[in-house]
Nanobody, 116 residues
Framework: QVQLVESGGGLVQAGGSLRLSCAAS????????MGWYRQAPGKQRELVAA???????NYADSVKGRFTISRDNAKNTVYLQMNSLKPDDTAVYYC??????????WGQGTQVTVSS
């Protein structure tokens, strides 16, 4: 089992920045890909960014050039640096980890609110 705890959400004005963190514990040796998803009210949960253990990254088109995902394997933590935030980025952000056989694990979510 893998446990994920997110932190770093909050309220920010448009154009501002936030950094989310997600710390993994438990069977961390089994974790391969880690990533961030978000879900806005009335919308489906969507991928924001993901990073493999080796550092390969993938971003949603809507956040390319504004968000950066990074990972510290020694600390079992993944980060999401969010710059130039827009009101459309308002959502609950969830950390997700996937183990080597593809099982997903989710954090509890952290609210990000961007005011215009």
């Amino acid at each position: 089992q893998v446990q994920l705890v997110e932190s770093g959400g909050g309220l920010v004005q448009a154009g501002g920045s936030l950094r989310l963190s997600c710390a993994a514990s438990g069977s961390i040796f089994s974790i391969n890909t880690m990533g961030w998803y978000r879900q806005a009210p009335g919308k489906q949960r969507e991928l924001v960014a993901a990073i493999t253990r080796s550092g390969n990254t993938n971003y949603a088109d809507s956040v390319k050039g504004r968000f950066t995902i990074s990972r510290d394997n020694a600390k079992n933590t993944v980060y999401l640096q969010m710059n130039s935030l827009k009101p459309d980025d308002t959502a609950v952000y969830y950390c997700r980890a996937e183990d080597r056989i593809g099982r997903p694990y989710w954090g509890q979510g952290t609210q990000v609110t961007v005011s215009s």
